[in-house]
Every structure is written in C-alpha cells, then in structure tokens.
C-alpha cells in the first residue's frame, strides 16, 4: 500500500510517501481502506518532534516509533478479525486508530489503516468521508471541555475563542445546539463561515480585544489559551468558568523543550483557589462515550463539519502548509 513515511522529527517539508506492506490485522481490529483522513495540531506535534518532552510520552525518543503519521480518518472496513463481531467488510466507520494521548503517530495517513473495532463507529450515511474524517480528536476536545451544559441552556452567554478552526467550528455548533447565545472570535475571513455555524456575534479577534468590549460570559472556551488569567476575567460573569484549551500556533510560543505544559500546570495549581478555573464536577466522557454522542450530533445534522480543503497523499506537505499558514477554515484533510 501506499503511505506517507516519517523517518524522523523535522519539518512537514520531510515528508515521502512510499509502497509499504498492509499492516496485519489482530483478533479485535478491523482493516479500513482509509477514504479520508484529516490534520489537526497534535499531528504537526508528533512530526516535528515539538515539544520535545513528547517523545518521552510514546512518539519515541530519536525517531517516531510508527513512522507513518495521523490519527483521524474515515473509510470502508475490508476485513475482520476473528474476535470483531459489531462490524463486517463493507461499512462504512470513522474514528480514530489510537485510544491514549494524541502525541503519537496512528497510521493514518496510508491506504489502510489497522484499528480496534472499539475506536471505531458507523459513518452516518448524511455525511461525507472527509467530514467524519475531520471529527474524532476536535470533537473530542470540544464534547469533553463543554460537558458542563447547565452553562449552554437559553439564556447563557459563551464566547468561543479560536472559532474558526477544527475545535472552535465544532465548539461553535455544539454550544448553540444547546441554546446558549455564541459569540465566536477568529480572523476576519472566518467569520462569514461562523455566522452560517449559527454564531450570534462574531469578533474580528485582529481588529478588537474580546476583554475590552465591556460584556461578560458564562463561559470563555479558549482555544489559543495563553493570554493571562486577569485580562480573561475581564469577559468574564462573577460566577463564569474558563475553559483553555492549547493551542501552540504551531511551534508560535518558541517553547521547544517543554511547550505550553508549564502553563498548564500552573492553571491546575490555580484552580484550586480560582473560581473561574475550578472544574464543573461533571465527569470526563470516555472515547468510545464521545465518538458515539459526535456520530449522533452528526446523523441529527446538529453538527456539521466544516472542510477547508482535501489533498491527495502525494500532496501530504501543501496539505501541512495550509493549515500551519493559519488561513483555513475548518480542517484540511488527505483523501485516497
């Protein structure tokens, strides 16, 4: 089959694809001829080697220990293993092939991927390989940081910070899904986009500081989260929660050893004293849990993914460039 091939931690420029062999198929896996698979940010991670405390984490110290990329695809199941009876040759799934931390490659990128039956869920037939492809890991940070819905019911106030990419489009629908008024802020060619996802107000984020503007939200779902917590509260209700998510601009921040951990972990020290940092007390959502509330938001047409653009393989670095160029809207996704 063919694949795209990493030998080692660098550039995106690095990148080949080459002939391969199939990968074996174990009792509880499936074989999926990969239709679609997407790019998301924890993928540059994994192929630049950034931060380096990730190949401490399971990505391999010197060389990524699988040397073919990606996470998140959609496809046609072509075979079975002896122990999988929820799926047989010729549904249609989508998922992702790993099940920890998503610093690490999966497989993805190739013609076929390998993957545990229990990753995977029925693509709805309303949806297009390349959407479902573009789900698992941005649906999953947005289901399992907006898992406290008493703050999206009527009446509630949410700005989402970051709108315009694979996390934030999907935050967007979810929340209004919900009923809550959205305020979505992102670069100014996004936001026609956020207004067709149903956002109520939209923040030209290069024209206009969101926690100058005078309003106040129940919760601020933060994707960049990197901005100081005392300017956050500005836009902040008394009783409102932050929600930060991440998001390194790719390689934006200069932390090479040990990225945006260290911030992190000071806001887990904080919360315990802050408010606005403090956890819902709702419990976190397993994978399995999440792809099959994401499969039922998709097949209900409550959440629609938004694709940006879709190379072929060969075209596996201008797919790369596109979305570290900041512009997309929506995810950029490999189809076969």
């Given at each position: 089959m063919r694949a795209v091939i990493q030998e080692r931690y660098g550039s995106p420029d690095d990148l080949v694809v080459r002939e391969v062999a199939e990968p074996e198929v174990g009792d509880a896996e499936v074989l999926v001829r990969v239709r679609a698979a997407s790019l998301h940010p924890d993928v540059w991670h994994v192929v630049t080697g950034r931060p380096a405390i990730l190949r401490l984490m399971g990505a391999g110290l010197l060389r990524p220990r699988n040397p073919i990329p990606?996470?998140?695809?959609?496809?046609?199941?072509?075979?079975?293993?002896?122990?999988?009876?929820?799926?047989?040759?010729?549904?249609?799934?989508?998922?992702?092939?790993?099940?920890?931390?998503?610093w690490t490659n999966g497989g993805a990128f190739a013609e076929y991927v390998a993957v545990r039956a229990e990753w995977l869920a029925p693509k709805p037939e309303e949806v297009s390989f390349e959407q479902a492809a573009s789900v698992p890991s941005s649906g999953f940070i947005a289901w399992l940081n907006l898992r406290d819905v008493g703050r999206l019911q009527p009446g509630r106030k949410v700005l989402v910070n970051g709108a315009g990419g694979g996390v934030g489009s999907l935050a967007v629908q979810i929340v209004k899904s919900h009923g809550a008024h959205v305020t979505a802020v992102d670069r100014a060619g996004k936001l026609e986009m956020l207004?067709?996802?149903?956002?109520?107000?939209?923040?030209?984020?290069?024209?206009?500081?969101?926690?100058?503007?005078?309003?106040?939200?129940?919760?601020?779902?933060?994707?960049?989260?990197?901005?100081?917590?005392?300017?956050?509260?500005?836009?902040?209700?008394?009783?409102?929660?932050?929600?930060?998510?991440?998001?390194?601009?790719?390689?934006?921040?200069?932390?090479?050893?040990?990225?945006?951990?260290?911030?992190?972990?000071?806001?887990?020290?904080?919360?315990?004293?802050?408010?606005?940092?403090?956890?819902?007390?709702?419990?976190?959502?397993?994978?399995?849990?999440?792809?099959?509330?994401?499969?039922?938001?998709?097949?209900?047409?409550?959440?629609?993914?938004?694709?940006?653009?879709?190379?072929?393989?060969?075209?596996?670095?201008?797919?790369?460039?596109?979305?570290?160029?900041?512009?997309?809207?929506?995810?950029?996704?490999?189809?076969?």
């Amino acid at each position: 089959m063919r694949a795209v091939i990493q030998e080692r931690y660098g550039s995106p420029d690095d990148l080949v694809v080459r002939e391969v062999a199939e990968p074996e198929v174990g009792d509880a896996e499936v074989l999926v001829r990969v239709r679609a698979a997407s790019l998301h940010p924890d993928v540059w991670h994994v192929v630049t080697g950034r931060p380096a405390i990730l190949r401490l984490m399971g990505a391999g110290l010197l060389r990524p220990r699988n040397p073919i990329p990606g996470t998140d695809m959609a496809g046609v199941v072509e075979r079975v293993g002896t122990a999988v009876t929820t799926f047989r040759p010729g549904d249609a799934v989508f998922g992702e092939t790993i099940a920890s931390q998503q610093w690490t490659n999966g497989g993805a990128f190739a013609e076929y991927v390998a993957v545990r039956a229990e990753w995977l869920a029925p693509k709805p037939e309303e949806v297009s390989f390349e959407q479902a492809a573009s789900v698992p890991s941005s649906g999953f940070i947005a289901w399992l940081n907006l898992r406290d819905v008493g703050r999206l019911q009527p009446g509630r106030k949410v700005l989402v910070n970051g709108a315009g990419g694979g996390v934030g489009s999907l935050a967007v629908q979810i929340v209004k899904s919900h009923g809550a008024h959205v305020t979505a802020v992102d670069r100014a060619g996004k936001l026609e986009m956020l207004r067709s996802l149903g956002a109520d107000e939209v923040v030209d984020c290069e024209r206009e500081d969101f926690t100058l503007r005078g309003l106040r939200y129940d919760l601020v779902f933060d994707i960049p989260g990197t901005r100081p917590l005392s300017e956050l509260r500005r836009a902040l209700e008394p009783d409102g929660r932050y929600v930060p998510i991440g998001h390194e601009g790719f390689g934006a921040s200069g932390r090479r050893l040990f990225g945006l951990i260290p911030h992190f972990l000071r806001l887990m020290l904080l919360s315990r004293f802050v408010r606005p940092l403090q956890s819902s007390g709702v419990p976190p959502p397993g994978r399995k849990e999440t792809l099959a509330g994401l499969r039922d938001l998709l097949a209900a047409g409550r959440i629609t993914p938004v694709i940006d653009s879709a190379y072929p393989l060969d075209a596996v670095r201008e797919a790369f460039r596109r979305m570290i160029g900041g512009e997309s809207r929506g995810k950029v996704v490999l189809t076969g």
